[in-house]
C-alpha cells in the first residue's frame, strides 16, 4: 500500500520540501501550485512516477475538487495527508496596505486554507488515520508589527486547526498546525 500526500504550495520552500521528504520514504506525491516550473523543479527531485503535478489556486474551489478528485484516484482513492501550505508573506505597515494586498493575503492565506480543509474531509475521512496539516507560523503565536494581516492569517489557521482536531476525531481526521 502506496501512502499518499497531496501538498499545496509545493513548488518552493517548505512545500518543495516536504514533498522530496516524503517521496523518499516512498508516498504518492501531489503537488498543487500557481508556479508551474518551481513545481516542474520539485517532481524532478522526486522518484519517477511518484509526482502529480497540479497547477491550482487555493482560492478556486472547483480547482481543489478537481485536484483532489484525480489525485486520489491516481493514489487508489487514498488520501494519507492533506498538507495546506500554501500561502504568501505579505509586510509593511498596515496603516499602508493597499486593500487589494489585505484581500489576497487573507484570502490565500485563510480561505484557502479553509477550502482545503472543508474540501479535503471527504478525502481524508476515507483514508484510516489520515491527518490535515496546516502551516501555520510563529506569527500564529504572537503578533508581529510590520507582518499584521499575515500574523492575522496565522492566528486564524491555528485556530482552525485545534478547533477542527476535535472535529476530526469522528471521522478518524487528525489535524495539526506547524
Same mark, same amino acid.
Given at each position: 500500500?502506496?501512502?499518499?500526500?497531496?501538498?499545496?504550495g509545493g513548488g518552493?520552500?517548505?512545500?518543495?520540501?516536504?514533498?522530496?521528504?516524503?517521496?523518499?520514504?516512498?508516498?504518492?506525491?501531489?503537488?498543487?501550485?500557481?508556479?508551474?516550473?518551481g513545481m516542474a523543479?520539485? %517532481?524532478?527531485?522526486?522518484?519517477? &512516477?511518484?509526482?502529480?503535478?497540479?497547477?491550482? +489556486?487555493?482560492? /478556486? #474551489?472547483?480547482?481543489? *475538487?478537481?485536484?483532489?478528485?484525480?489525485?486520489?484516484?491516481?493514489?487508489?482513492?487514498?488520501?494519507?495527508?492533506?498538507?495546506?501550505? %500554501?500561502?504568501?508573506?505579505?509586510? &509593511?505597515?498596515?496603516?499602508?496596505?493597499?486593500? +487589494?494586498?489585505? /484581500? #489576497?493575503?487573507?484570502? *490565500?492565506?485563510?480561505?484557502?486554507?479553509?477550502?482545503?480543509?472543508?474540501?479535503?474531509?471527504?478525502?481524508?475521512?476515507?483514508?484510516?488515520?489520515?491527518?490535515?496539516?496546516?502551516?501555520?507560523?510563529?506569527?500564529?503565536i504572537y503578533g508581529?508589527?510590520?507582518?499584521?494581516?499575515?500574523?492575522?492569517?496565522?492566528?486564524?489557521?491555528?485556530?482552525?486547526?485545534?478547533?477542527?482536531?476535535?472535529?476530526?476525531?469522528?471521522?478518524?481526521?487528525?489535524?495539526?498546525?506547524?
Amino acid at each position: 500500500m502506496t501512502k499518499a500526500i497531496f501538498i499545496t504550495g509545493g513548488g518552493s520552500g517548505i512545500g518543495r520540501a516536504v514533498a522530496v521528504y516524503f517521496g523518499a520514504r516512498g508516498w504518492r506525491v501531489g503537488l498543487a501550485d500557481v508556479n508551474e516550473a518551481g513545481m516542474a523543479e520539485t %517532481a524532478a527531485q522526486l522518484p519517477t &512516477g511518484m509526482a502529480h503535478v497540479y497547477k491550482m +489556486d487555493v482560492r /478556486d #474551489r472547483d480547482a481543489w *475538487i478537481a485536484c483532489l478528485d484525480d489525485f486520489t484516484e491516481e493514489a487508489g482513492g487514498r488520501l494519507d495527508v492533506l498538507f495546506n501550505n %500554501a500561502g504568501i508573506g505579505t509586510g &509593511g505597515p498596515f496603516a499602508q496596505a493597499t486593500f +487589494d494586498d489585505i /484581500d #489576497r493575503t487573507i484570502a *490565500i492565506n485563510f480561505t484557502g486554507v479553509v477550502n482545503g480543509a472543508r474540501i479535503g474531509h471527504a478525502y481524508l475521512a476515507r483514508t484510516p488515520g489520515s491527518c490535515l496539516l496546516n502551516t501555520a507560523s510563529a506569527s500564529a503565536i504572537y503578533g508581529s508589527a510590520g507582518l499584521t494581516v499575515y500574523s492575522a492569517t496565522k492566528f486564524a489557521v491555528r485556530a482552525l486547526s485545534e478547533a477542527l482536531d476535535g472535529e476530526g476525531a469522528a471521522d478518524g481526521i487528525k489535524v495539526r498546525d506547524l
